[in-house]
């Protein structure tokens, strides 16, 4: 049974940083995109950023305009990991994170409905 487990969120003021985690279990997914979403009150999931395989030990990022220069994905295959590195957070920022992977190489990173499993998601709370 595969399992994804959010950890780091937290109440951060602005211009802060916070690092979320998202270990996976039950499978490994060393060469399957995994990725970061977020959630606000009142308002649609939407992405924020994700790794996929490219070949042999690259990895190819992706970032939602809002995250690009200042949020870092990461992963750690040995401890199959992935991490989000949050710089420079706002308050917009403020949302419910939650990871996602796929079973499957091939995968349009942005877009949610394509990935298999989610996490429970953790809080991260900006205050201004």
């Known amino acids: 049974q595969v399992q994804l487990v959010e950890s780091g969120g937290g109440l951060v003021q602005t211009g802060g940083s916070l690092r979320l985690s998202c270990a996976a279990s039950g499978r490994t997914f060393s060469r399957y995109p995994m990725g970061w979403f977020r959630q606000a009150p009142g308002k649609e999931r939407e992405f924020v950023a994700a790794t996929t395989w490219s070949r042999g030990s690259i990895y190819d990022g992706y970032y939602a305009d809002s995250a690009r220069g200042r949020f870092t994905i990461s992963r750690d295959n040995a401890k199959n990991t992935v991490y989000l590195q949050m710089n420079s957070l706002k308050p917009e920022d403020t949302a419910v994170y939650y990871c996602?992977?796929?079973?499957?190489?091939?995968?349009?990173?942005?877009?949610?409905?394509?990935?298999?499993?989610w996490g429970q998601g953790t809080q991260v709370t900006v205050s201004s």
């Open positions: 996602a992977a796929k079973m499957s190489v091939s995968i349009t990173p942005r877009v949610a409905r394509e990935y298999d499993y």
